[in-house]
């Protein structure tokens, strides 16, 4: 019997949960001939006539754990789950600073641009505007980055490159939510060649026998050598990290965050002291 290609997290009669590589898009696009993780997956049920449904999918360039139903009726009682936000979505991301504090919510409100494909900050109220809501935890400090690990309340699309990009913490190795000023090579850190994120672990309700399934997901070799060079600059632990003003609070004014409003604008109240006795120095 053929093996699926994807590593496998968990399967029984109902579902699948596969461990998605970056660069791998969840599902196929309309009109286009990529391979997609669903594909992999379909053809590896196929050989027992079995066939997985789409419950919920993340970013082509995001790794991480991606859950297919199996049959109609365990696809509808999954997808209920997701649309009420009852699972619990948590991820891995390395971003750019020293978040403050080590341990908050970033609360925005952002609505999509008219290709529907990018997000812009907006404002509670705005047509088309939807609640953006997540809680981080810094895991490790380094010189330079953060590595968090944040737990999703909403789920919309590129929700957490969008939040910390807003806070002024965009994700190594982001494109689309950065600018030049804010580019990680210009920053002295490492290249990342996609965003550095992980769907890491997934709790949700067994549609069938209604039992508390835990599962989690492996990070990927890539993002293991860029936590191993961040690891040779290692500043300290957030433990005993003094709390301090919130950050990421939502901007009140709805611009698209690429091209209005430049991010490497958002700096910290130490990078500005730093800018100014620069200043003074020259």
């Keep these: 019997m053929r093996h699926c290609s994807l590593p496998i997290l968990f399967e029984d009669k109902d579902l699948i949960a596969v461990n998605k590589p970056a660069g791998l898009l969840s599902v196929p696009i309309k009109g286009a001939s990529v391979v997609s993780a669903l594909f992999h997956v379909n053809q590896y049920l196929a050989q027992r006539r079995e ?3 789409v419950v919920h999918r993340i970013d082509r360039y995001t790794s991480g754990l991606v859950l297919f139903a199996k049959g109609q009726q365990n696809h509808e009682l999954l997808r209920d789950q997701f649309q009420s936000r ?3 979505r948590k991820y891995l991301a390395v971003i750019e600073g020293r978040i403050r504090p080590p341990k908050g919510e970033l609360r925005h409100y952002l609505k999509l641009n008219d290709t529907g494909f990018k997000q812009m900050l907006s404002k509670k109220g705005e047509e088309g505007a939807a609640l953006a809501l997540l809680h981080y935890e810094a895991k490790q400090f380094f010189a330079g980055a953060t590595l968090v690990e944040v737990s ?22 982001e494109r689309q939510y950065v600018n030049a000023h804010t580019a990680p090579h210009a920053q002295g850190l ?3 060649d996609h965003q550095a994120l992980h769907a890491a672990s997934l709790e949700f309700e067994h549609p069938q026998t209604h039992k508390l399934i835990q599962l989690t ?3 990927d070799e890539d993002m293991k050598r860029l936590l191993q060079e961040l690891e040779r600059g290692v500043v300290t632990s957030p433990l005993g990290i003094p709390l301090v003003a919130q950050v990421g609070q939502a901007d009140t004014r709805s611009e698209s965050l690429s091209k209005t409003r430049p991010l490497g604008k958002h700096r910290t109240r130490s990078q500005r002291r730093r800018n100014s006795s620069t200043a003074h120095r020259k």
């Design 51 to 53: 066939r997985a449904l």
């Design 217 to 219: 997901a492996p990070i």
């Design 190 to 192: 490492p290249r990342f």
């Design 86 to 88: 009852a699972p619990q």
């Design 152 to 173: 999703l309340d909403t789920g919309l699309k590129n929700q957490i490159r969008v939040q910390f990009a807003v806070a002024g913490h965009p994700l190594i190795g």
